[in-house]
């Protein structure tokens, strides 16, 4: 075993915040295109240098006059002046008005010389003029009657009347959305100074990361490197840059080396996914060398490793291996430093308030950031349930929604009690609906028509307990109905049996070949529906020969060797690791396995009654109603 | 004048809502890599490929063993093992675990063969075996003490245990988090099908329109074109890709050759920013004859001449001219399609109940889609008035901070009656604090220590009546006190005088030049304070003369001669326009002229008394306290 380092002395969380505070991330200022600054925050004031409009400016489509040759002008008693040119906008006046003289005007055009007011089109009338023969000399063409008194002014908008130069046009700070660009638009800036992102570098450490989209040996224990991708998503939620480094794995010049490569080009450094404490160590070698460490350690679970240091140009945050417990601890310590040097305020939205919807008692007597899953009620009220209880499950990811901080005293937070969600990313909203149950393919295929669900597949036996506790809006359970478990929304049966490979080269007929010969079986969990209906029918064939289903599990080579999802028995099959599998006709089929068939069970979704009026639960239904049939004639084996 | 289109039969906003609803803009999937897949929407359903972890893996540094090996041990009654070898994350076992034997093993790494527990290393003690001379041939060189007993499955995850393949992962839909793409790197998917974005084209029309960035002709009327930028930003907040056109012109050869252009490369064309008639109707022919005509016309405000038709390969949608009336149209109708089309739902956020800070009154019988400014009250509660009636300043687009739909039959909107804000941006915020009244370079600069104030620069006059009717925090005014006027935060005086040009060549002393010789003055308008201050010095030399006050205004050439802003009238001295200008010592010394001081004028910053608990007032009368004095040092001309 390797040096460990003993957390004995552990910081306080608040010590940890005043830490990441005391970094200094500020990126430099940058310019941007103004095409490309949406999101972006002003480095500075920026003032107006021109005139909007830079001229005075026609409001109306109409004839541009001096007001005072219309004084006393009215339907009755028009006047009417001589037309002695026209202006569009966009081109500059070739014509003045004088006394008497009108010039055709379109909305945007520049005011002619002369002229201080515009009649609207609609209170006027062109007429021509007597003949060339009857005209006087110098006489206008055309004329125009104009049946309304203007003031100076009228319909004009004067040079600067929007903008005048020197205006402030927007503060530093200001986030720019689609109505601070029109503004910048209209003053001509194409090009803003905002403030820079800050860059920070993502180093994932472990000798068994495997970057995504590259091959993984399972042989050798390789594992895709989760946390990368993830904290590199939410730093660019935070408002910050990610740059990804390769993976490190435990040697110190490696280490050093990529450590110092990032710390030159970053703001701050972010090292994680080690599950090895050797890595650990190896960085905190490598900053109490080039650097200083700030903090080791701190009372907070999940995240007591986490290490905060400094190096001569970048800040250092170490956070723990597993995914869930990574995304809590940068949610929490992280992300707001981002922000604050990003000049990204958090939305008001990235935090709700909600009830939890179970008890949950405490014991450690340090912090506790829980992951957190979100469900609505009936009356659109949000509650809270722990997830991930230290698993490191990947798919607690899906099921977390954001972070509660328990506060060290907190022994106890009971049902119905307030806590503060601090949501994974903004865009994070509670599930439609919620359920948890049976992993199905035909209910699979209708989630797909949801929008916006969320269904946990933990078998049928967990989605009847989880449905008893009240958290979930509905469970899914194969079996027989029981009054107690809630409102049935809708059943349909699925065709089990034995998978085995195309063409069944065992030639198995049923269980009996099970027990009788040396075959290799392989199970599913013992919180499936579909294992509950297995060992009934073991139960069944006992009972006819007379025996015990335990001396028939007994003789059933593999009958304890559980996989988790409705496929992997299949699959195992399939990859040659056994003769036979527990599983669904409609399995055995997508998987071009052979199916020897054993029975029909029934697949119940089972609604809360406590959340039958729920918005998605109508979703839900109607789903049922008009999706169900659709998907269980496009599936094999099962039927309404 | 061209001819003109009259909307008589203007169709109701739901009909152009259908119409918009029936366009189809459905982009084409894209696979993007996960990396890019931040807010990228799942075009389809994504299953497990493999199962994670892909082989059994100890959770825990320490030993595996047979757990049967281990029954019955505790901390008194220890087993001892064999070590036999060691294993480590990212590397294939080389030993197996017969009976008797422990190997040591990381966190992460495959289970070595015949192992079905991990002891926790804190459970253990290595000890050296005996000397290799005291020791039976082939036995262990060291062995590992164990006190506690373990169950088959201890402290290892087993092979999908957290997904196994051919579990559904994700639905369609999904919006792509931090979470999600952590999911999707532990299956190793490194791309991802998603939802292309609605490709956008956007076409400014208009002569006079020139693109921020290059240069402009005043005299020739140009204006930069507000539109084109300020609806690219809006596409992309609606999830949809914006594509930019060059601007258009009102010749029907090269509209439609830019339209067609469009209509093959996108999903939807927009055309906006045209002031001309002609233009549109040039549009319009150019869709009668390539494409289809939905609807001509809508029975909103603003909006009314909205044009929604179709081309064989994309949507058009006619967006009005004034900045703050394309925005609110495209918010209203166009925004939701978009988001529907990129299956990106609008954030809850984006629409806000508020009350009404003001009654207004409608009398069209057409929907009004009213642009409003948000405040919030002591109470953090919203309050909305409106902004922007058919101005179309540009200034007002940032002011306005959402739209309210009134519709027809609506004629009284009363104080507090409650309303639903749709916001421009879902980032869109109410103002911390919202001021009205006088432009003033010191106030200016207190401004930007503020975090997102609005300050709107319309005078004092104007500050103060709008504070009487109580809808801003505060106003800035110049004058005496008035009791009335609301609690006084802070004062300070600021030197005013005549801006003349370097070197003042006119020597120009005082009041008396201008009204006695030949100069040419530029005055600042009736909403401003200073110009109160110069007309009651007026009156003071008229009193002192034994004249009137309009005897001396007479006789001072451009005394009616108004313009806007603080700087205005300097700006037009140093263009050469006038001989002198209204003005402060600090805008004089920053643009490098002459000044002649006439006095010192008192600016008050006065709270409405209604607000002056809420925190962002805290925060103005902080920096009032601590930033103020500053500010004043480093002006010139100002004094506390």
Redesign the interface.
């Known amino acids: 075993?390797s040096e460990r380092k003993e957390f004995r002395d552990l910081a306080e969380p608040d010590a940890a915040r005043e830490a990441i505070a005391s970094l200094d991330l500020s990126p430099e200022t940058e310019r941007v295109p103004?095409?490309d600054a949406?999101?972006r925050v002003l480095a500075e004031?920026l003032d107006a240098d021109?005139?909007?409009?830079?001229?005075d400016?026609a409001?109306m489509?109409g004839y541009a006059v001096k007001a005072r040759d219309t004084f006393g002008a009215d339907e009755a008693d028009p006047v009417i002046l001589d037309l002695v040119g026209e202006?569009?906008?966009?081109?500059?006046p070739t014509v003045e008005v004088g006394e008497g003289k009108a010039v055709?005007i379109?909305?945007?055009?520049?005011m002619p010389l002369g002229a201080d007011a515009v009649v609207m089109?609609e209170r006027t009338d062109?007429h021509e003029s007597p003949r060339d023969s009857e005209r006087a000399s110098g006489e206008a063409a055309s004329r125009v009657e104009i049946r309304t008194s203007l003031a100076p002014g009228d319909h004009v908008?004067?040079?600067?009347?929007?903008?005048?130069?020197?205006?402030?046009a927007?503060?530093?700070?200001?986030?720019l959305?689609?109505?601070?660009?029109?503004?910048?638009?209209?003053?001509?800036?194409?090009?803003v100074p905002v403030r820079g992102k800050p860059k920070v570098g993502i180093i994932s450490t472990?000798?068994?990361?495997?970057?995504?989209?590259?091959p993984?040996?399972?042989?050798?224990?390789?594992?895709?490197?989760?946390?990368?991708?993830?904290?590199?998503?939410?730093v660019?939620?935070a408002g910050g840059k990610p740059i990804?480094y390769p993976h490190a794995?435990d040697d110190y010049d490696e280490m050093e080396r990529l450590l110092l490569e990032a710390e030159a080009e970053c703001d701050l450094v972010l090292s994680s996914g080690s599950?090895?404490?050797s890595a650990v160590d190896v960085i905190y070698r490598v900053i109490e060398s080039q650097g200083e460490l700030l903090l080791h350690g701190v009372a907070v679970k999940p995240g007591k490793p986490m290490l905060i240091g400094r190096f001569p140009d970048s800040a250092y945050v170490g956070l723990p291996g597993y995914?869930v417990s990574a995304?809590t601890i940068f949610r929490t310590f992280v992300a707001p430093a981002i922000r604050n040097a990003a000049g990204v305020p958090e939305?008001?939205?990235a935090t709700i308030e909600a009830r939890m919807a179970v008890e949950e008692r405490y014991g450690e007597g340090r912090m506790r950031l829980m992951p957190t899953g979100l469900v609505e009620d009936e009356t659109g009220r949000v509650l809270a349930y722990p997830v991930d209880k230290g698993s490191?499950?990947?798919?607690s990811?899906?099921e977390?929604d954001g972070v509660v901080t328990v506060e060290p005293d907190t022994a106890y937070l009971a049902e119905g009690e307030s806590v503060e969600v601090r949501l994974?990313?903004?865009?994070?909203?509670p599930p439609s609906v919620f359920g948890v149950g049976e992993?199905d393919p035909a209910f699979?295929r209708l989630?797909?028509t949801?929008?916006?669900?969320r269904?946990l597949?933990l078998g049928s036996r967990e989605g009847l307990r989880r449905l008893r506790n009240g958290v979930p809006d509905f469970a899914v359970a194969t079996g027989d109905s029981d009054a107690s478990e809630g409102t049935e929304l809708a059943s349909y049966s699925r065709e089990w049996g034995l998978v085995v490979p195309a063409g069944n080269p065992e030639e198995i007929e049923g269980l009996a070949d099970l027990v009788e010969r040396d075959l290799t079986f392989i199970n599913r969990g013992t919180d499936s529906g579909l294992r509950t209906t297995l060992g009934n029918a073991v139960a069944d064939l006992a009972e006819e020969r007379g025996t015990t289903r335990h001396e028939l599990v007994e003789s059933i080579s593999g009958f304890e060797m559980t996989?988790?999802?409705?496929?992997?028995p299949?699959?195992k099959v399939a990859a040659g690791f056994a003769d036979t599998g527990l599983g669904l006709r409609s399995?055995a089929e997508k998987l071009d396995l052979g199916f020897v068939p054993l029975g029909e069970e029934t697949v119940r979704v089972l609604a809360n009654p406590a959340r039958e009026r729920k918005d998605g639960m109508a979703e839900l239904r109607a789903a049922l109603e008009s999706e169900l049939v659709g998907v269980l004639r496009d599936l094999p084996g099962v039927r309404p």
């Open positions: 075993m103004l095409v949406r999101g004031r021109r005139d909007v409009p830079g001229f400016r409001s489509d202006v569009h906008a966009g081109v500059e055709e379109s909305t945007g055009a520049v089109v062109e908008m004067l040079a600067g009347a929007d903008v005048s130069a020197g205006q402030r927007l503060g530093p700070g200001t986030r959305t689609a109505r601070e660009i029109g503004l910048l638009s209209a003053l001509g800036v194409d090009e472990g000798d068994e990361l495997v970057r995504p989209g590259n993984l040996s399972d042989q050798s224990g390789q594992i895709y490197d989760v946390n990368s991708y993830t904290i590199a998503t939410a660019e939620e990804l794995g599950t090895s404490a995914p995304l939305p008001t939205t490191g499950a990947t798919t990811l899906v977390a994974f990313s903004p865009d994070v909203r992993d699979s989630l797909d949801l929008d916006s669900p269904y597949a996989v988790k999802a409705h496929e992997s299949a699959r399995t």
